[in-house]
């Protein structure tokens, strides 16, 4: 993603009708999936906004490659943030889910990425 569109993302992530129905959908998705205080794995977090949904479902890992969004994440207060990117994600933890929102069509080999 060019590295303007971050900063725009952020801009209106939180208010726009787009992501706000979005998260809606999220979160009756996870509703009765996750146990409450699960590990939630979100790659490709971009500029964090679904963080604060997730975390209503457990303890949130945010990754990304951007450095632009690396930079919001931090400046939004997340700290648990991993740079990385698919299909070279290595991990030594364990997650009880894992999203991935706006990202595999993003990914050239996404059966390489999801065998990770």
């Known amino acids: 993603m060019k590295s303007d569109v971050y900063k725009?993302?952020?801009?209106?992530d939180e208010r726009h009708w787009w992501f706000r129905g979005?998260?809606?959908?999220l979160r009756?998705?996870?509703a009765g999936r996750l146990r409450q205080g699960a590990r939630i794995l979100d790659v490709g977090a971009g500029s964090g906004a679904?963080?604060?949904l997730l975390r209503?479902?457990?303890e949130v890992w945010c990754v990304e490659n951007s450095p632009e969004a690396l930079v919001i994440l931090k400046e939004r207060g997340i700290?648990?943030?991993l740079s990385g990117e698919l299909p070279n994600l290595r991990?030594?933890?364990?997650?009880e889910g894992i999203v991935l929102l706006d990202v595999l069509e993003h990914v050239e080999d996404d059966r390489a990425a999801l065998e990770n």
């Open 91 to 95: 991990l030594s933890q364990s997650f």
């Open 50 to 52: 679904n963080t604060p």
């Open 56 to 58: 209503e479902f457990g």
């Open 79 to 81: 700290e648990n943030i």
């Open 8 to 12: 725009t993302l952020s801009d209106v």
């Open 22 to 25: 979005r998260r809606a959908i």
């Open 28 to 30: 009756a998705l996870l």
